[in-house]
């Protein structure tokens, strides 16, 4: 269930918007079907509430020198909350780490890391996650293609 109440004019503009943030209020209120006024007022609570984080631009990694995706999997010593908050600061330091997500299974957090090549990589892994407070155990999934990348949110489930 979803922590705010949107609506089926919210939802379309979080899906409006999802798409493309650089729509101006003009362009997305002809989009949703509203004034512009009724938009912008929307558009605002939703983020005052919370529901929309921030706005930015995708950028193509390759065309950025940031070609290699490595998905890592990392295992740690000691399931604490003082290990487990020492490690996060240190992985939100990193800008290397693109996503970094708690996880059940085998590892304990599962990181999305985007550097220039394999090389690159490796003197990351050596000099900087293999250091990290905590970690036992490391294990890095190299991303040979990307199929799908950074969708917008299916907001299909929300009541309408």
Do not use: W
Request: charged share 30%; aromatic share 4%; proline share 6%.
């Amino acid at each position: 269930m979803p922590k705010h109440d949107i609506d089926r004019f919210d939802q379309k503009i979080l899906e409006a918007l999802q798409k493309n943030g650089r729509l101006t209020n003009v362009e997305l209120a002809e989009e949703i079907g509203l004034s512009p006024s009724p938009c912008l007022r929307r558009v605002r609570a939703l983020e005052k509430s919370g529901v929309i984080k921030r706005y930015g631009a995708v950028l193509d990694r390759d065309e950025v020198g940031l070609g290699l995706t490595v998905f890592v999997g990392v295992k740690v010593e000691r399931h604490n909350d003082r290990e487990a908050a020492v490690f996060r600061e240190a992985v939100e330091s990193l800008p290397e780490v693109v996503a970094a997500h708690l996880v059940s299974g085998e590892s304990d957090f599962l990181l999305q890391v985007v550097v220039p090549d394999l090389r690159a990589y490796e003197r990351f892994l050596t000099g900087t996650l293999l250091k990290l407070p905590g970690v036992s155990d490391i294990r890095s999934n190299f991303a040979i293609q990307t199929v799908k990348q950074e969708s917008p949110l299916p907001l299909s489930h929300l009541p309408r």
